[in-house]
Structures are given as C-alpha cells and as structure tokens.
C-alpha cells in the first residue's frame, strides 16, 4: 500500500514475504544438502567383488591406511549381496575371466592360476609333482563365493569328487588347516592368506587360468576416488603375486 510518499506491506504482503523466506530458506537448505552429497559421493568408491581377489579385509584395511579421507564400500554380487549400494551406483567391478577381456575400461590386474591346498599331515604333502588324479576319492572344501554353475569355479573343478561348502574362501583353508579335506584355491588368494597352516601344490592336469580385470563402470565417468583406488588395486594385485611360492 502507499501510505504518502512510501510503499509499506499490508497484511498480505506481510504473509507473503513470510512465505517467500521459508521457500527460499528450504531452496538454500536443499542446494547445500545436494552439494554434501556430492562431495561424500565423489570421495566415495563403490567396488562390486565379482571375484576374490587376494584377502578382501586386507584389500579395505590397506586403502583406508593409505587413503583415510575417502571411503571405500565392498559388494558381493557372486553371494547376491551388493552391501550398501545398489547394482547401479558400482563404480569398479572386479572379475575373474578364463579369456582376456577387450575393453577400454578394463585393467589387467594379472592372471592366476589354481592349485590345491593341502592339510600339513596329508600323505601327498611332501609330493612335488601332483595331478588332480591323486586326489581321487578325497575329501575337497569348496568355496561358493563364484556361481557353481561357473567353468572356471573351484566347485565345478572339483564336481566328481565329495566335497563340503562354505561360503568364503577363509573359511575353505580354515578347514584345509584343521584336517577337514583339501581345496582348490586360486593363487592371489593363496598368497594372500600364507599365514595358514598348510602345504599348497600345482597341478599338472589342471589348466584353468583366472585374469583377474578391475573394470571401470560403463554409464559413468570415474571421479578421482575410482581412479585412485584403481591405482591402488594395481598395486595391491602386484604385491599379492610376488613371490610365487
């Protein structure tokens, strides 16, 4: 209204400019959350665990140690559990493949191949030369962390014989370690579990080779997170893989 010379607020242009604040207040209050968001999800690095690679707790602990500002999250697909994100926030897979993988947005991280693990006081323990053969009618632990459906799974290597199933691959070589039977076990997981009790041998007759690729997510750009934590996985592969035993 114009009272003389001046313009002042009535009752409704009072409600008005009340309303007006507390729109934009909660306008404000909405950019700054979304600005938080982004600058947590930026710091942090999704990892779906297609496949083991080496001792997982290690993977984490040692990328926390190196890099305590950002955050790194764990799934397991192969078990149905992607965690605390979903399919569509991974930023980086890492899989097991018997053939090389053609893709832009895959790195090499090394190629393993499996061998048995055997108890300290297995007859065959003190053998150099071993063949799945030998193993006929043995007892064999088996993890099904990979699908059993898998080609190239410890599960499937093993399918004529009798064998027990745990879920994670500790706990296979746990059982290996108390006596309980042997197991098939993909070489960075061996290596990065040598302070088991046990004896581990190569086996002619068995071929089957595993290239281990961390693969970039197809629908997104990396942020610098991802790539620091590619970096790190390169790293980590090579320090699991030397020396062989």
């Avoid at 080496?54 to 926390?64: H, Q, R």
């Avoid at 093993?158 to 296979?172: M, R």
């Avoid at 595993?210 to 997510?217: K, M, P, V």
Wanted: with cysteine; hydrophobic share 40%.
């Amino acid at each position: 209204d114009r009272v003389g010379r001046k313009l002042v607020l009535n009752e409704s242009g009072k409600y008005f400019l009340q309303q007006a604040e507390s729109i934009e207040g909660l306008f404000r209050e909405t950019i700054d959350t979304i600005k938080s968001q982004n600058n947590e999800r930026s710091n942090t690095v999704n990892c779906a665990l297609y496949s083991p690679i080496g001792n997982p707790g290690t993977l984490v602990a040692g990328f926390k140690e190196q890099h305590p500002d950002l955050l790194l999250r764990i799934g397991f697909p192969s078990a149905g559990v992607f965690g605390v994100f979903s399919e569509n926030d991974i930023d980086i897979k890492i899989l097991a493949l018997p053939l090389h993988l053609k893709s832009d947005k895959a790195t090499l991280l090394g190629t393993e191949e499996y061998a048995i693990a055997l108890p300290k006081k297995h007859p065959l323990a003190q053998k150099k030369d071993l063949c799945l053969a030998d193993f006929a009618g043995e007892d064999f632990v088996a993890s099904v962390g990979a699908k059993a459906n898998s080609c190239f799974s410890p599960t499937s290597l093993c399918k004529e014989a009798g064998f027990c199933e745990v879920q994670w691959q500790t706990e296979a070589l746990q059982l290996v370690e108390a006596g309980v039977g042997c197991c098939l076990v993909p070489e960075f997981t061996w290596l990065a579990h040598q302070s088991y009790d046990i004896v581990v041998r190569y086996l002619h007759d068995v071929k089957h080779h595993r290239h281990i690729y961390a693969q970039l997510s197809e629908h997104k750009h990396p942020t610098q997170a991802t790539l620091t934590f590619m970096k790190y996985l390169q790293n980590y592969a090579q320090s699991v893989t030397s020396p062989a035993w």
